[in-house]
């Protein structure tokens, strides 16, 4: 690390003896892109800095302290020695997480998709729970949400719904939420008041522009077809929906929810865009932790990432090991940051070689 931190403070050096003749030739981008990499070398160079500062203070402490024979003294060393040693073991820590690789998709809108899995129509409807949760958590974080496409279960659910969080922050606090949620309720289909488990997937995927994935028209076959379901007049009269298959992935979306087709194939391409994006970055990605196992799995009711047990008004996230006995206001109110705040912490903990994340143990 330090033989690394040693090259960033060289390059640094270098950088700033050229910044006067960057800002002169006037080239806003060659400026712009110098500016960016003097702002994240120089708090690192400075924390490296501080801590060979440190380290050498450190060095002639112990040196005294070995030399030292009034008795006074010495415990006023040993105390200094102290403060030094935990100062350094500070900064250390700062600086494994300023070494971080950052998130290629931090800033990312998100496409949030969710699907009922086991369960039947109880697990549409907790589709649709979810669905009201991420909203009233978008409100709360200031994020504007644009739906999709939805596709309506007989009982007010959702089969599946997608939509769009737009704000800096949506990747970084939604990304982790991607996995089968499990649910332990009455359902209203339930005449016996027996609690059932019901299942349903989140995927969450980052945003992808047109530059970052080129789709080849040739690679598409897109179909047209009359839209069903509730909708407005002309819905369900006209030939408006989409389905767009991507023939080299087998990947397909379809949308159904405006009314010109126009407007349809162009929220089916964002799709598309985002989960083939999201395939890449999967594919090149040689780490092999839980964050990157496929979010979905079988969508069954085992394969959990969190359990929202109503009888008790509980929910617990079985990757961290979380519980909390507020179900009604993550719920109600979309509270969800002591849940995130966990994970991320867990998440940074596992880069920094702390310990895993996301336990396997099959909590209840």
């Known amino acids: 690390m330090f ?14 003896a050229r910044l006067p003749e960057v800002y002169a030739a006037g080239d806003q981008a060659a400026v712009r892109e110098a500016g960016k990499r003097h702002s994240d070398l120089a708090p690192v160079v400075e924390s490296y800095r501080s801590y060979t500062a440190t380290e050498r203070d450190l060095v002639e402490a112990r040196e005294l302290l070995h030399a030292e024979g009034d008795p006074e003294m010495r415990d006023f060393l040993k105390g200094e020695v102290e403060v030094l040693q935990a100062r350094l073991a ?43 949760m991420y909203q009233r958590l978008a409100d709360r974080q200031g994020w504007r949400m644009e739906v999709l496409g939805s596709d309506v279960s007989p009982m007010g659910g959702f089969n599946e719904i997608s939509f769009q969080l737009r704000g800096a922050t949506a990747w970084t606090r939604m990304h982790l939420e991607g996995g089968p949620h499990r649910v332990q309720r009455v359902p209203v289909t339930e005449s016996q008041g027996r609690i059932h488990t019901s299942s349903a997937t989140v995927t969450v995927l980052p945003e992808a522009d047109e530059v970052d994935v080129q789709v080849d028209p040739n690679d598409l076959r897109i179909d047209v077809y009359r839209s069903s379901g509730p909708g407005g007049q002309s819905v369900n009269t006209t030939d408006s929906a989409v389905r767009i298959t991507h023939v080299p992935t087998g990947l397909v979306v379809a949308m159904q929810d405006e009314k010109s087709q126009i407007q349809n194939r162009a929220k089916a391409m964002q799709v598309l865009r985002s989960r083939l994006l999201k395939m890449e970055q999967d594919k090149v990605s040689a780490e092999l932790s839980a964050t990157r196992r496929s979010q979905v799995g079988g969508g069954g009711r085992s394969e959990k990432i969190r359990t929202y047990n109503y009888k008790e008004n509980r929910i617990t996230d ?15 109110s979309g509270d969800l940051d002591e849940i995130v705040d966990g994970l991320l912490a867990a998440e940074r903990a596992e880069q920094l070689g702390e310990g895993g994340i996301f336990d396997d143990s099959d909590d209840e």
């Open 318 to 332: 079985h990757r961290i090991r979380l519980t909390l006995y507020s179900l009604d206001r993550v719920l109600g």
């Open 90 to 132: 500070q900064i250390e820590t700062d600086l494994k997480e300023m070494l971080l690789p950052s998130d290629p998709n931090d800033g990312r809108n998100v496409i949030v998709e969710i699907r009922g899995a086991e369960g039947g129509e109880e697990a549409n409807l907790f589709a649709r729970d979810l669905f009201q």
């Open 3 to 16: 033989e690394r931190l040693a090259d960033l403070e060289t390059e640094l050096q270098k950088l700033e």
